[in-house]
C-alpha cells in the first residue's frame, strides 16, 4: 500500500507551519588525506545544535546505488515517487525561466560549452561564462534560427552557461539522445533516437546543433555549442495543495528548482542571490504560507567543481546565518540535502545524505554533530527521501490516525 492510497483519508488541515531547507548536493565522501567529509570537516555549530535537538538519520534519494539528478532528488524530497513521477531538466529549467509550456511542447536545458577542432567537448561550461555574455549569445542565436522544418525554436537565458530551448510542434517526441559526453575531453555526440517516433526530433536537433556551431565559430568566446540536455515535456502531477492540503512556497536562487516547484504548484517567491537574502525573503513572507521550501545551491556546486575547501567553508558561511531559523516558529522543521556531491567525485553520488527533522513532536537522540556518519546512528535510521514529506506532515500534525 503506498502513501497515496491512505492519504486523503488521513490529512487535515491547521496552522502549523513547515520548513524544508536543502542544502544541494550536501553530502559527501572522506578526503584521501584527512579521512573526513566536507561536513566532519566543518566548523557548524548552529547545524549541529539543530542536530542535538532534532531526530536524526540519513535518506535515500531514489534507490540504493543509484545517482539521483536533481529532478529526481527535489521530487522525492516533495513525498512523489521518483521513479513513477519523471520531470525533465528541461522542463525544470524552462518553467524555472517563466517560459510557459505547452503539453505538445519539447522543453530543453542547454549548456554553452567549449569544443575543439576535432568536436572535443575541453569545457561542458564554457568557462562558466557571464550571464550577461549568455545573453549576447542567445540574442546572436535568436536572431538567425526561428524555425527548422516547420519547428519553431525559442532559446532563453538562465544563468551564466545555461540557457534553455523549445520546440513547438505537433509531431514532436522526448525519445532522442542527448548530445552531452558528461565528461570533458570527450567528443560531442550526435544525438539519436531513442524511439522511432524520435526519429523527426532527432533530426531538427542535429540541424540545431550545426547552425549552432556555425554562428559561434567566430565569435570572441569560449561558448562554441551547447550541449542539448534534459529533452523532455510536462508531466501531469497532482499538486502541493491537491496532495497535502498546503499553502506552499518556493524560496531558491537558481531557475531549476523554481521550476520543479512550479510542476507541484508551489508559489515561486522572488529572491536575490545571496543566502543571506533567502532568509530575509523566509521571514518576510512568513505569515503567509503553511509549507517552505528553502534551497540552497553552493554546496552543489562546490562540490561538482572538486572543491573540497570551498565546500567545507560555504557550510560554514550557512552556518552563521542559519540561527536565524530559530525566530520562526516551525511546527516541523527538515535539513537535508537532494543528494551527495562528494568533491572528490566532483560529481553526484548515490551516498546517503544526512537528515534532521526538528519537532517537538519528534523523539530527540543523542546525535552531536550532524554529518554523515553522525546521522548514520540517528533514530530515524535510513529512510527513502520520499518519506520526509511524511515524517513532516505528522510531526506538524497533520495526519490523522489511519483505521479503526
Known amino acids: 500500500m503506498e502513501y497515496e492510497e491512505i492519504l486523503p483519508e488521513i490529512i487535515g488541515k491547521n496552522e502549523n507551519k513547515i520548513l524544508l531547507l536543502v542544502l544541494d548536493g550536501l553530502g559527501g565522501i572522506p578526503h584521501p588525506e584527512t579521512g573526513k567529509t566536507e561536513l566532519e570537516t566543518a566548523n557548524i555549530p548552529n547545524i549541529d545544535e539543530f542536530a542535538k535537538n532534532g531526530s536524526c538519520g540519513l535518506s535515500i534519494p531514489v534507490l540504493p546505488g543509484i545517482t539521483p539528478g536533481s529532478g529526481p532528488g527535489h521530487i522525492s524530497l516533495f513525498g512523489y515517487d521518483p521513479i ?16 510557459n509550456l505547452g503539453k505538445e511542447d519539447i522543453a530543453i536545458r542547454g549548456n554553452f560549452a567549449t569544443i575543439d577542432e576535432h568536436n572535443i567537448v575541453t569545457d561542458r561550461r564554457a568557462g562558466r561564462i557571464s550571464t550577461d555574455e549568455n545573453k549576447k549569445i542567445v540574442d546572436l542565436i535568436s536572431k538567425n534560427i526561428k524555425e527548422i522544418n516547420g519547428v519553431k525554436i525559442s532559446i532563453s537565458t538562465v544563468k551564466e552557461h545555461r540557457c534553455a530551448i523549445v520546440l513547438r510542434e505537433k509531431n514532436l517526441s522526448p525519445d532522442v539522445s542527448e548530445n552531452d559526453p558528461q565528461k570533458e575531453n570527450l567528443p560531442l555526440k550526435e544525438i539519436l533516437p531513442l524511439k522511432e517516433k524520435g526519429k523527426f526530433t532527432a533530426s531538427i536537433l542535429n540541424e540545431f546543433e550545426k547552425k549552432v556551431k556555425d554562428i559561434l565559430k567566430n565569435v570572441d568566446s569560449k561558448a562554441k555549442v551547447i550541449l542539448l540536455r534534459g529533452i523532455s515535456k510536462l508531466p501531469d502531477v497532482p499538486t502541493f495543495q491537491e496532495k497535502y492540503k498546503l499553502k506552499s512556497a518556493c524560496i531558491a536562487t537558481y531557475p531549476m528548482y523554481k521550476g520543479i516547484s512550479k510542476v507541484v504548484g508551489m508559489d515561486i517567491i522572488e529572491v536575490g542571490e545571496t543566502v543571506e537574502e533567502e532568509f530575509d525573503k523566509l521571514e518576510k513572507v512568513y505569515d503567509n504560507y503553511e509549507f517552505f521550501f528553502l ?29 536565524r531559523l530559530k525566530k520562526l516558529n516551525f ?30 513532536n519528534m523523539i530527540r537522540d543523542d546525535i552531536e554533530r550532524f554529518s554523515e ?10 529512510i527513502y527521501a520520499k518519506q520526509i514529506m511524511y515524517l513532516l506532515l505528522a510531526s506538524s500534525l497533520k495526519l490523522g490516525k489511519f483505521g479503526a
Open 331 to 360: 511546527s516541523a522543521m527538515a535539513i537535508t540535502g537532494d543528494h551527495s556531491t562528494p568533491s572528490v567525485l566532483k560529481g553526484h553520488s548515490w551516498h546517503p545524505v544526512p537528515l534532521v527533522i526538528v519537532s517537538p
Open 373 to 382: 556518519r553522525e546521522c548514520a546512528k540517528g533514530i530515524l535510521g535510513t
Open 84 to 99: 513513477k513521477i519523471l520531470i525533465g531538466r528541461g522542463v525544470l529549467e524552462c518553467l524555472g525561466i517563466g517560459v
Open 295 to 323: 534551497h540552497i545551491k553552493k554546496t552543489d556546486s562546490m562540490g561538482e567543481d572538486g572543491n573540497f575547501n570551498g565546500k567545507v567553508k560555504f557550510l560554514e558561511d550557512v552556518d552563521k546565518k542559519i540561527w
